[in-house]
Every structure is written in C-alpha cells, then in structure tokens.
C-alpha cells in the first residue's frame, strides 16, 4: 500500500519555500537549492529559485543556475529567476550578461 501524504515534487516544493522563509540561515542549503532549479517541477524550480533569493547574498554560489532559469520554458520559473538575480546581488560583470542574454530571447 503506497505511504499517504503530498506528493514527491510537492514536498521538494515545500520544502524549498520553508527554506526560504528562513531567509539568510538556510545558507547551508543553497547548494541543494541549486540543483532544485534543474527539476522536473515547475513549481519546485521557482520555490528553489524564490529561496534562493531569500537566503540573498549568501546564495552567490547558485549564480550559474539562477542564470540558466532566466531562460526556463516556465514564465513563473523565470520571474523567479529576475527576483533572485536581484536579492542574491552577483557580480554584475556576470549578471549583466545573463540579463542581456534573456532579454535578447
């Protein structure tokens, strides 16, 4: 009999949003955060993506994913996206290009 409860995607989701309402403190989890933004779960990809802005500069390490999911097929993904490009605060010799490039798509 399969176990009861939410499921898998909906658990890396919700467990992707508490992190980010740890903000700062989840630091430890950004890595793991990181590789979320490459689920199959929209939803999961832009909760990743939304704690990863949370956390902010702390989640430098994440840029090259944040900067992948600005070219996500998923609209909300790609909000998600701007919104940690900007709290995370990389450098811009590399946020600049990234931005540019979603422009240009």
């Known amino acids: 009999r399969p176990a009861r409860g939410p499921a898998p995607h909906r658990r890396r989701g919700r467990a992707a949003r508490a992190l980010g309402a740890v903000g700062p403190a989840a630091a430890p989890a950004v890595e793991k955060l990181a590789a979320a933004v ?11 993506l939304y704690a990863l802005g949370m956390i902010g500069a702390p ?30 605060k990389p450098p811009l010799d590399q ?11």
């Open 38 to 48: 490459k689920d199959a779960s929209p939803k999961v990809r832009s909760y990743a």
């Open 59 to 88: 989640a430098q390490s994440a840029f090259p994913a944040v900067a992948e999911a600005l070219n996500d097929a998923d609209p909300v993904v790609r909000r998600e996206a701007v919104k940690a490009m900007g709290r995370i």
């Open 95 to 105: 946020a600049i290009p990234a931005l540019v490039q979603a422009l240009e798509k």
